[in-house]
């Protein structure tokens, strides 16, 4: 994977070749933490393929960021039905902080969690059941109530806060991307470019809430005609 671009002094020189000890520095979150969004999207703007997925779009390198961020954030944070949809599973890495407006459980999650390895958060809206059937699942202390219609995501991220958890991964889906950065709660994106056009209807990486944000190039790398960038949004724009 070869650095094109980086907005501060890094461990290679643009045009070299990186090793993963210079991915890691590259791709370490801001001093203090924040919310990162990742995605992959084709060159025609598809977040997924034509299995409706995003499996059907990712390539070998691709999985080295999607892992990199992973071991670098301190939780994931992702919509219940891209959880649901991308057979996301409790498992040994990050934990999960699943929204569900609904506050429905995905269906991989079939063992009880450790505390805090998995949280469901929803709004105060959601039926009284579903609360109650959450629970049992998951356990009270990890079934959140933020919000009242619908989660509120400056609370969820706040709670991880206090809970010492500031490098926030936010891997979908589109809704959730749209609605965090609709209201200025996302610090940085990585996005990764795969060198395919797949036409179609297909969502992209935000979707729903409208918002016009202005970002700043400050990772770009290139392997095998597949580009991988990392941005960021302005201090200017009043995210925290």
């Not at 949280?119 to 009284?128: D, F, K, N």
Request: hydrophobic fraction near 40%; glycine fraction near 12%.
């Amino acid at each position: 994977m070869r650095l094109l671009y980086a907005d501060s002094p890094t461990p290679v020189a643009p045009g070299t070749e990186t090793d993963i000890d210079a991915l890691r520095a590259l791709y370490a979150w801001p001093g203090g933490g924040g919310v990162r969004t990742n995605f992959v999207a084709t060159l025609d703007g598809a977040a997924t393929g034509p299995s409706g997925l995003t499996g059907s779009i990712n390539n070998a390198a691709d999985k080295i960021v999607f892992d990199l961020n992973r071991e670098l954030c301190d939780v994931v944070l992702v919509g219940e039905a891209t959880a649901d949809a991308e057979g996301y599973r409790p498992a040994d890495g990050p934990p999960l902080i699943v929204v569900s407006r609904r506050c429905r459980v995905p269906r991989g999650f079939v063992d009880p969690p450790r505390d805090g390895h998995v949280v469901l958060v929803t709004g105060s809206g959601a039926e009284a059941g579903n609360v109650r059937a959450a629970r049992q699942q998951l356990g009270d202390a990890n079934v959140w109530v933020l919000g009242e219609e619908d989660v509120d995501l400056g609370q969820v991220i706040v709670a991880l806060g206090r809970e010492g958890r500031h490098n926030i991964l936010c891997e979908g889906g589109p809704r959730v991307h749209a609605a965090l950065l609709a209201r200025n709660l996302v610090d940085e994106v990585a996005l990764t470019w795969v060198p395919r056009g797949i036409g179609g209807a297909h969502p992209r990486i935000a979707h729903g809430a409208n918002f016009d944000v202005q970002l700043r190039v400050k990772v770009l790398l290139e392997s095998d005609s597949t580009l991988l960038g990392l941005w960021r949004v302005p201090e200017t724009s009043g995210h925290s």
